[in-house]
DNA sequence: TTCAGCAATG
């Protein structure tokens, strides 16, 4: 039945919220209704947002004389349903302070809802006052949304905690809200301390809240617990729910099961897009190619990817550096008007800076009509390590002038730019402005970034003093960077302490031993040097070959140092002499300290 | 109230 005669129908008051299709013409018949019928006016305000006809809506809204708490109510869940936070919050303070409509419980958790869209603590805060100020915190469904409220928008689980232990009465919205929110924040572990509350507690168990403990369970590599969740859902028969299905996939991929995850997909009763998509980004996280088989099977099974689909193509295409792969994943994009996502454009940017064509990754990260952190430290990660040391400085201080906080991400990046470019001095003044400026603390890596930026500049005492002021114990990554800078310049004493403290970290580590003979053999120290050495041969253990690759005509190329079997591999080494010649002809002297001694 | 994507030095 169409509006017209919809309208024409006698029995319109009787029905009046199916409207499924309200047109212009409705709309000014229902101008004409008076205000006795002020309840049609609501429904059909609420026909209209459910159909994202917001103008619409709000016209008629405008146009009722005496609105009474319902309709303003209808309104604010309609923009706040569609997305328009502001529009919401504007039109809850319209009511309160200048009509002096008094709230109820739908319209404080709608408003809510709104104000957590603008991950406003602040506005989140006075509605909570004014629910506690009209008695309405008592209701059940505005405690779950004041939790919902302040676990999204405070900085920390504080006051949702508050809240919850607060309530006379939970359900199992509570409880999968707490669940939610400390998983979405990284923080697995309270996530499925909540949820092991609840299971002692014999609260109904849902499908809401075993994805979401799964969830927690794949982010903390949590593996036995999942196991133990998957055993719930069988025996409260849950298995067909497919976002269950798609976190217990999700988990083995992260629980770095790849095998056991294409297993249950095989096993899986349905599936959806979000399911192939999970596959495809373990495939791809893993650094498997089989995320390019997974889409090739998903595409010939008739389904359509979506911007997650292709985010993970990127990466793929990135991690694999396969440029024209990247290049067939980007038109792909273009064809489906999908450019605008944003994680998407960050995705691609990355995979052409990865690719070695920083020219079309600067062309995208330009085009781009807004750019969060990954943005702005992917750009600069690409400039970095294309040699363009200043220009990734440079786009610290924009992205610090357009109002975005750098983060622990963005920092290793402009450091490691700087360490590049021998931009010694720029480095430590960003390095320095981590605490004083930024409020953070370095970790592990920043430090090992800064021990890089001064080995690399020949300051290899200085940066040994800083590891000896680090406030907490270097780890791995600080006594590498320092004994790399010890090989760079010669310096056995402190190249013995830096693999010194790595063997303690790690003995069986090999690798640290060869570079520690070699710096000793570089340093002339040859006793010390055929000591390591026998210790090397005791422990029988190779160092794992170097690989490169290059793709040619749609084809990757493998190659391994001394390697004779292959495609064309004669041609490879004559290629290779007459590259030699001309580099000598250039006057370049190679490098042979190592040479001898290498493995 | 639940499930899928993007950035890290050595």
Known sequence: MNAKKLLRSSHFYLIPPIIPNPSRRAHRFISFLGPSILATKTSVINSYCERYMLNEARQLFDEI??????????????????????????????????ESVEPNSFTISSVLKACKGLESCPSGAMVHGLAIKYGLDG????????????????????????????????????????????????????GLR??????????ELNPYSCSIAIRACAATGYYSFGKQIRALVIKYGLESNLPIGNSIVDMYCRCHSLSEANQYFLEMFQRDLTTWNTLIAGFERSGSIGSLYIFS?????????NCFTFTSLAAACASMTVLSSGQQVHGGIIRRGFE??????????????????????YKIFSEMPLRDVVSWTSMMIGYGTHGYGKEAIGLFDQMVDSGIRPDEVVFVGVLSACSHAGLVGEGLKYFNSMVTGYGITP???????????????????????LIENMPFKPDESVWGALLGACKAYGDSNLGRVAAQNLLDL????????????????????????????KLIRRMGDRKEAGRSWIEVRNEVYTFVVGEKVGPHIELVYRALKILVQQMKEAGYVPDSDYLLYDF
């Open 297 to 305: 099977q998903m595409v010939s099974q008739g389904l359509s990817p």
């Open 506 to 533: 790690r003995p069986s580590c090999t690798e640290t031993y060869v570079i520690l003979s070699n710096i000793y053999a570089a340093d002339g120290k040859w006793g010390e040097f055929a000591k390591t050495r």
């Open 443 to 465: 970790n592990q890596e920043i430090y090992g970034c800064v021990v890089d930026l001064l080995g690399r500049a020949g300051k290899v005492r200085e940066a040994y003093e």
């Open 194 to 203: 909540v949820f092991r509350h609840m299971l002692q507690e014999e609260v």
């Open 139 to 190: 209701s059940l469904y505005v405690e779950n949304t004041l939790m919902d409220m302040y676990a999204t928008c405070s900085a920390s689980m504080d006051e949702a905690c508050m809240v919850f232990h607060q309530m006379h009465m939970t359900n199992e919205v509570s409880w999968t809200t707490m669940i939610t929110a400390y998983t979405h924040r990284g923080d697995g572990f309270s």
């Open 340 to 361: 605008r996502n944003l994680a998407l454009a960050n995705a691609l940017l990355d995979m052409y800076a990865k690719c070695g064509n920083i020219a079309d990754s």
């Open 65 to 98: 004389p005496e609105r009474d708490v319902v309709a303003w109510t209808a309104m604010i869940t309609g923009y706040t349903s569609c997305g328009r936070h502001h529009q919401a919050w504007m039109l809850f303070r319209n009511m309160t302070r200048e």
